[in-house]
């Protein structure tokens, strides 16, 4: 899968949604931090992460989205393991003929795209959509309950185990 190289700073000027001053800003910052150019100006408040996922879906050619206007059932965690995305921060939403739409709030994380390609032999379609929107849709669908559960079961045999060792 081919997805354009986008030059995030000049693309938010273009669209005079950070100025000139703002883009040399972030960039001093970004250099400081080592952290993406595009978080820097959300964290600097410049730009909100909505305004800058619409610019680059646009940039790249991929669709804006949002969660609510999918159907998220459980039954898509068959699509893709939960641990390669939650390691990867994708969500499948839905399979379309014989591709499987998969949502990212990184479309520039091409090697996830095309593991997930390799993982499921479908075509990946990816669109964009917030990190608040990424995460409501990983919790609908492959839960919290069952390794919330897992969990407390693991830290229960672990106490019981440091109780019979203390008490011999």
């Keep these: 899968m081919k997805l354009k190289k986008v030059r995030i700073g000049e693309l938010l000027v273009n669209?005079?949604?950070?100025?000139?001053?703002?883009?040399?800003?972030?960039?001093?910052?970004?250099?400081?931090?080592?952290?993406?150019?595009?978080?820097?100006?959300?964290?600097?408040?410049?730009?909100?992460e909505y305004e800058l996922l619409r610019a680059v879906a646009e940039?790249?050619?991929?669709?804006?989205?949002?969660?609510?206007?999918?159907?998220?059932?459980?039954?898509?965690?068959?699509?893709?393991?939960e641990q390669?995305?939650?390691?990867?921060?994708?969500?499948?939403?839905?399979?379309?003929?014989?591709s499987i739409v998969v949502a990212t709030n990184d479309p520039m994380n091409i090697d996830a795209m095309d593991e997930i390609s390799r993982l499921t032999k479908k075509n990946i379609t990816p669109v964009l959509l917030t990190t608040d929107d990424l995460y409501y849709g990983m919790e609908k669908i492959y839960g919290t309950e069952d390794r919330l559960f897992k969990i407390a079961t693991d830290v229960e045999k672990r106490l019981q185990a440091i109780f019979l060792m203390r008490t011999f």
């Excluded at 950070?18 to 595009?38: D, F």
């Excluded at 390669?84 to 379309?96: G, H, N, Q, S, V």
């Design 15 to 48: 669209k005079n949604l950070i100025s000139e001053a703002q883009h040399k800003v972030a960039l001093s910052e970004q250099a400081r931090t080592g952290k993406k150019l595009g978080e820097t100006l959300i964290e600097l408040n410049y730009i909100t």
């Design 84 to 98: 390669f995305a939650r390691k990867f921060k994708i969500i499948p939403l839905k399979i379309e003929n014989n």
């Design 59 to 81: 940039q790249v050619g991929v669709s804006f989205v949002s969660i609510l206007d999918y159907d998220l059932s459980p039954d898509l965690k068959k699509l893709i393991p």
